[in-house]
């Protein structure tokens, strides 16, 4: 395999995907559980609409919430890495489907768990939005799945990105420290 080689585009599909895997968890994880647990604390914890939420929160606090969901949302959002990583298939594009659907879903709970907070009328209510996260989920892999038939992008292993990363890192810092030097030479 000759990854080093490969183009610059390829790094930039990867760092597309790192970006969006980041912001699904940003969204989906960190922002929904700290806007649920802002809601809760200004409302009471039978404000929430999730039993299950309920039951972590008054068993185990919410700073365990916290926790657990952004573990849960970890490992739900690597699963199609780590189902589809000996895949023959392309995979790419119907992955960013997948997490572009947390992404769209975390930003719609965390707007409702915030309009709940200020006692505002809520924009949609709770089972809607779950139809439309469990309805972009089903959409967008599907149209990812299309793209990633008519297409191959050639993606770079994350791996090799973060080498890269770090040589351009140790570069950057070796021509601060060329710099810095007095010039003895004449």
């Known amino acids: 395999m000759e990854y080093p080689l490969q183009s610059?585009?390829?790094?930039?599909?990867?760092?597309?995907?790192?970006?969006?895997?980041l912001l699904?968890?940003?969204?989906?994880?960190?922002?929904?559980?700290?806007?649920?647990?802002?809601?809760?604390?200004?409302?009471?914890?039978?404000?929430?609409?999730?039993?299950?939420?309920?039951?972590?929160?008054?068993?185990?606090?919410?700073?365990?919430?916290?926790?657990?969901?952004?573990?849960?949302?970890?490992f739900i959002l690597l699963a199609p890495f780590l189902i589809l990583f000996r895949s023959r298939e392309p995979n790419y594009w119907m992955i960013n489907g997948y997490l572009a659907s947390f992404i769209a879903g975390g930003t719609l709970a965390i707007v409702l768990n915030l309009q709940a907070a200020a006692?505002?009328?809520?924009?949609?209510?709770?089972?809607?939005?779950?139809l439309i996260f469990i309805s972009l989920v089903i959409?967008?892999?599907?149209?990812?799945?299309?793209?990633?038939?008519?297409?191959?992008?050639v993606i770079i292993s994350y791996f090799f990105c973060a080498i890269n990363d770090l040589s351009i890192i140790l570069k950057f810092m070796s021509n601060i420290h060329e710099k810095k030097k007095p010039d003895i030479s004449g």
């Open 119 to 130: 006692d505002q009328s809520l924009i949609l209510q709770p089972e809607h939005v779950i």
């Open 139 to 153: 959409i967008l892999t599907n149209i990812g799945e299309l793209i990633d038939k008519m297409t191959t992008p």
């Open 8 to 21: 610059l585009r390829s790094f930039w599909y990867t760092r597309f995907q790192g970006g969006l895997f």
């Open 24 to 74: 699904a968890l940003l969204t989906y994880g960190l922002g929904d559980a700290i806007t649920a647990a802002l809601m809760i604390e200004r409302h009471g914890l039978m404000r929430e609409g999730n039993i299950i939420v309920r039951y972590i929160i008054s068993n185990f606090g919410i700073s365990s919430f916290i926790e657990i969901k952004i573990w849960f949302t970890f």
